[in-house]
């Protein structure tokens, strides 16, 4: 069993930064890749940003050239969330994603509001 502690995420202003923060309890066997995800009131949850063990990075568009995912370690991911805009407000979910199931954090609120 995996699990997470994210920390990072609240309050502020449209065009502000924000971090999150997530590390999980250990490595799965096999590869794995690590991401956020986030979901709004009434929506859906939807990708944000995936990284592999390799490095390789994916976006979701209403992301790309405001957000970056790294990573510290193997057990580590962060995201940077620049230019926040009101409609980036919305719960983020640190995830790791094996190639039989998905481990997902307890949820960061990100609120972007002036």
């Known amino acids: 069993q995996v699990t997470f502690v994210q920390s990072g995420g609240g309050l502020v202003q449209p065009g502000g930064s924000l971090r999150l923060s997530c590390r999980a309890s250990?490595?799965?066997?096999?590869?794995?890749?690590m991401g956020w995800y986030r979901q709004a009131p009434g929506k859906q949850r939807e990708l944000v940003a995936s990284?592999?063990?390799?490095?390789?990075t994916d976006y979701a568009d209403f992301v790309k050239g405001r957000f970056i995912i790294s990573r510290d370690n193997s057990l580590s991911v962060n995201l940077l969330m620049n230019n926040l805009h009101p409609n980036d407000t919305a719960v983020y979910y640190c995830?790791?994603?094996?190639?039989?199931?998905?481990?997902w954090g307890q949820g960061t609120q990100v609120t972007v509001s002036s």
């Open positions: 990284i592999t063990t390799r490095g390789q």
């Open positions: 250990t490595i799965p066997n096999g590869d794995f890749e």
């Open positions: 995830n790791m994603q094996t190639l039989s199931r998905a481990y």
